[in-house]
C-alpha cells in the first residue's frame, strides 16, 4: 500500500519520483525491466533544446523551456555531465529562408534567449563542416548536450535515497479501483494499493491508460535509427546540427556528446511494435543520406555502434500531463517525446505540484537534493591517481581499455543505491563496454566482478535483464 505509485522509471518517471520524494508520502515506483532507464530514456539523442521548435502556449514549449533553464541547477546537484553547446538548424535551400525566421519568432514568444539568424559566411564561420549548400542558421545558445543514462539514474538514486522505493522486473498487468477506493494494480509480483497512480509508462501508456479510461488512448511507435560514430572524430562539429523541421519532428542531426564521440540520428519511421528496436539496413541509408545534406563529408567510416530507440508519438503531438477525466487520482504523463528528455525536471515538478496539492502533502525537513555520481578517473592528474589508488587498489586496475574505465568505477556502480546487476547497467554508469570495441574485450572480467560482488552465477548474468544470458549452459565442469 502507498500513496502514490508510478508506473515507469524512465526520464519521466524518475524525475516525478525525486520531486515526490521531497514530501511525506510513501511512494513506489513499479518498472517492468531490470533497471531504470530501459525504454525511449536510453535511446534518443542525448539533447537539451532550447525550445524554439514546439508550437506557442503549448505544453510542450512551456515545459521545454523551463526544464532547459533548470538543467544546469539539476546538473550540478546531482553531478553529471551537462554542456551548454548551443545548436544550429541548417537552411540550404534560399527559398526556405523564411522558414527560419517563422522558427525564431516561435521561440522569442516560447522565451527562449539568445536566439539569432546567422547568414551564410558567419555559420560556416562558426561550423566550418557544414555543407556547401548552406545559406543560414538559427543558433541557440541555450541548446545542450547531456547523458540521458546518467540524468535518469541520478535522478533515480536521488530519489531512492529520499525514501522512495523502486520495484523492477514488476509488470503491470490490470488495474481497478477497489470498494476502498484505492487503485489495485495487479502485477506479475503481485498486488500493489495506492491512493494515486501516475502513469508514465512510455510508449505503453496508451495501454496502462486504456485499463482505467473508457476514453482510449493510441500511441504511434516512431522508430528512429542511430549511428554512434568514435571520439577519434567526436569533434567534427562543435554544435548540435539541426535540418528544418518536418512534420515528422525535427530531423536527423549531428551532435557531439558529453563524452566526446559523435552522434548521428534518428530517423521517424512509425511501427506497430512496443519492442520494435532493431535497426534496419534502409533506415541507417537514410540518416546518413539525411545527415549528409547539412555536414559535408561526415566520416561515417568511424561509426562504432548503430541502435534504435521508440518515441511515443500522439497525433496531436502534445504532451498529456493529467488527470484522466473518468478515472479520478489516476494522472497520464504521455505522449512524451521530444524534447521530453530536455522538458523532464519540468514534468517532474508539475506532477509533483499537482499532487502535493490534490493530496496536501507536506515536504521533508530533511530531504537530501544532492548527489555525488561515480568517481571518474578519466581527466585526473597523476598524483590525483596515485592518491585514488592508495586509497581504494580497485582504481588501479583497468577493466574498459577503450574508456579507460577502472574496477574501482564499476565496483561503485554496482554497489550505490539502485546498483547495476546486468553488464548493461554496468555500462550506462560508467561507460564500460561502450567504446570502441563495443565490449569485446571487457564483458567477461566486468561479469567476473558481477558474480563475485552479487552472488551472480555466471548462468544467471544478463545483458539487460529477462532473457539476455550471456551463458546458456556450462559445457564442463569446474575445473
Not at 502514490?4 to 513506489?28: D, E, F, K, M
Not at 545559406?135 to 545542450?144: Q, V
Not at 563524452?259 to 532493431?278: F, M, S, W, Y
Request: include cysteine; charged fraction near 25%; charge should be negative.
Amino acid at each position: 500500500m502507498f500513496d502514490v505509485i508510478v508506473i515507469g522509471a524512465g526520464v519521466s518517471g524518475s524525475a516525478i519520483a525525486r520531486q515526490l520524494s521531497r514530501y511525506n508520502a510513501s511512494v513506489c515506483v513499479l518498472e517492468k525491466c531490470e533497471d531504470v532507464c530501459e525504454g525511449t530514456s536510453k535511446a534518443n539523442s542525448a539533447i537539451v533544446h532550447a525550445g524554439f521548435d514546439a508550437d506557442e502556449g503549448s505544453l510542450m514549449a512551456k515545459l521545454n523551456v523551463k526544464g532547459n533553464e533548470m538543467m544546469d541547477d539539476l546538473a550540478r546537484d546531482l553531478d553529471i555531465p551537462f554542456k551548454r553547446n548551443g545548436s544550429m538548424v541548417v537552411c540550404i535551400h534560399k527559398e526556405e529562408l523564411d522558414g527560419l525566421k517563422v522558427l525564431y519568432e516561435r521561440g522569442v514568444k516560447n522565451g527562449v534567449k539568445g536566439l539569432k539568424i546567422l547568414s551564410r559566411e558567419e555559420a560556416l564561420e562558426m561550423e566550418p563542416n557544414l555543407s556547401d549548400n548552406v545559406e543560414g542558421a538559427l543558433y541557440a545558445p541555450t541548446g545542450g548536450i547531456i547523458c540521458p543514462f546518467e540524468l535518469t539514474i541520478a535522478m533515480a538514486e536521488n530519489a531512492n535515497v529520499n525514501g522512495v522505493e523502486f520495484r523492477f522486473n514488476t509488470r503491470v498487468e490490470d488495474i481497478k479501483k477497489g470498494e476502498d477506493g484505492l487503485w489495485h494494480l495487479r502485477t506479475n509480483n503481485g498486488e500493489y494499493k495506492a491512493r494515486y497512480v501516475v502513469n508514465a509508462a512510455g510508449v505503453y501508456a496508451d495501454k496502462i491508460h486504456n485499463m482505467v479510461s473508457a476514453d482510449k488512448m493510441h500511441i504511434i511507435e516512431r522508430r528512429g535509427d542511430y549511428c554512434l560514430l568514435d571520439k577519434q572524430v567526436g569533434g567534427y562539429v562543435s554544435h548540435t546540427i539541426f535540418p528544418q523541421p518536418t512534420k515528422f519532428g525535427k530531423g536527423v542531426l549531428v551532435t557531439p556528446t558529453v563524452h566526446g564521440n559523435l552522434l548521428v540520428g534518428p530517423t521517424a519511421i512509425d511501427i506497430e511494435n512496443k519492442e520494435g528496436t532493431a535497426t534496419t539496413a534502409a533506415g541507417i541509408d537514410e540518416l546518413q543520406a539525411k545527415a549528409s545534406e547539412n555536414v559535408r563529408n561526415l566520416p561515417m567510416r568511424n561509426v562504432i555502434t548503430s541502435f534504435a530507440g521508440l518515441r511515443a508519438h500522439l497525433e496531436r503531438h502534445e504532451f498529456v500531463i493529467e488527470e484522466v477525466k473518468d478515472a479520478p487520482c489516476f494522472i497520464d504523463v504521455a505522449g512524451i517525446e521530444s524534447p521530453g528528455l530536455s522538458a523532464s525536471p519540468a514534468i517532474g515538478e508539475m506532477v509533483g505540484d499537482m499532487l502535493k496539492e490534490k493530496m496536501n502533502l507536506t515536504e521533508k525537513e530533511n530531504w537530501i537534493g544532492t548527489r555525488k555520481g561515480i568517481t571518474r578517473t578519466e581527466g585526473l592528474s597523476v598524483e590525483e591517481m596515485n592518491k585514488l589508488i592508495k586509497e581504494n587498489p580497485a582504481y588501479g586496475t583497468i577493466v574498459c581499455r577503450c574508456e579507460s574505465i577502472t574496477e574501482g568505477e564499476i565496483l561503485d556502480a554496482i554497489h550505490r543505491p539502485l546498483g547495476a546487476r546486468s553488464l548493461d547497467g554496468v555500462k550506462r554508469r560508467t561507460r564500460a563496454g561502450m567504446g570502441r570495441c563495443q565490449a569485446g574485450f571487457c564483458s567477461p572480467r566486468t561479469m567476473e566482478i558481477l558474480n563475485r560482488e552479487l552472488g551472480l552465477s555466471y548462468e544467471e548474468i544478463t545483458k539487460s535483464g529477462g532473457k539476455s544470458n550471456i551463458v546458456i549452459e556450462r559445457t564442463k565442469g569446474e575445473v
